[in-house]
Nanobody, 128 residues
């Protein structure tokens, strides 16, 4: 079992920055696939960024160059640094993970459909 707790969401103006955190607990094995998703009102959930067990990262095109995913292995915390925020980034952001999967990318079916552990989300609102 993995427990995930997100924090760091806030209301900011366009062009601003935020850093989201996801504290993972309950599993002390080897590294595993983790990532960030978001869901805006009235829209489907979408993948944002993935952090693979080997440390490689991947991003959807809409956030590439603006968002950075990283992990503090000592603290077992996954981060999402978001810069140059746009109103279209407004959404509830969720952290997801699954120790059953190691290497992953943001386009992989296991990342999009198979991750079993999710946090409750943190709200990001960007005003123009």
């Amino acid at each position: 079992q993995v427990q995930l707790v997100e924090s760091g969401g806030d209301s900011v103006q366009a062009g601003g920055s935020l850093r989201l955190s996801c504290v993972a607990s309950g599993y002390s094995g080897s590294d595993y696939c983790m990532g960030w998703f978001r869901q805006a009102p009235g829209k489907e959930r979408e993948a944002v960024a993935a952090y693979s067990s080997d440390g490689t990262t991947s991003y959807v095109d809409s956030v590439k160059g603006r968002f950075t995913i990283s992990k503090d292995h000592a603290k077992n915390v996954l981060y999402l640094e978001m810069n140059n925020l746009k109103p279209e980034d407004t959404a509830m952001y969720y952290c997801a993970a699954d120790p059953a999967y190691g290497r992953c990318t943001v386009w992989a079916p296991i990342f999009l459909y198979k991750l079993d552990y999710w946090g409750k989300g943190t709200q990001v609102t960007v005003s123009s």
